[in-house]
């Protein structure tokens, strides 16, 4: 059973703008840190963002640090990833990912290519073109 399903993606070009959404159950919402990795080819698995709803605590990556904006909805159980000012390198398939909140080390974990995420759906393709 998928638990988190990622939409939102597109093709956009430089300088624009996007809104990722990941949906979730509220058992993971709860419960789990819920994040965005992507992956491109040809280039190492990056961690992007990811947020903690229960304590407010937020990571980002140093490539998307003051253009993403990671934000969280409980009502609909849903997470978002607000990308602006888009470059043709953010282009790559992007996966909502959940961890449990026990023992989560959230900026240690996101970057590392090679943890492995509790959960994660298909992804997203997001494309931004020069």
């Known amino acids: 059973e998928v638990q988190l399903q990622a939409s939102g993606g597109g093709l956009v070009q430089a300088g624009g703008s996007l809104r990722l959404s990941c949906s979730t159950s509220?058992?993971?919402?709860?419960?789990?840190?819920i994040g965005w990795f992507r992956q491109a080819p040809g280039k190492e698995r990056e961690g992007v963002a990811c947020?903690?709803?229960?304590?407010?605590?937020?990571y980002y990556g140093d490539s998307v640090q003051g253009r993403f904006t990671i934000s969280s909805d409980r009502t609909k159980n849903t997470v978002y990833l607000q990308m602006n000012s888009l470059k043709p390198e953010d282009t790559a398939v992007y996966h909502c990912?959940?961890?449990?909140?026990?023992?989560?080390?959230?900026?240690?974990?996101?970057?590392?290519?090679?943890?492995?995420?509790?959960?994660w759906g298909q992804g997203t393709l997001v494309t931004v073109s020069s």
């Open positions: 947020i903690n709803s229960r304590d407010g605590s937020i």
């Open positions: 509220k058992f993971i919402f709860d419960n789990y840190a």
């Open positions: 990912a959940a961890d449990r909140l026990v023992g989560f080390e959230m900026e240690r974990y996101y970057n590392s290519p090679a943890y492995v995420h509790d959960e």
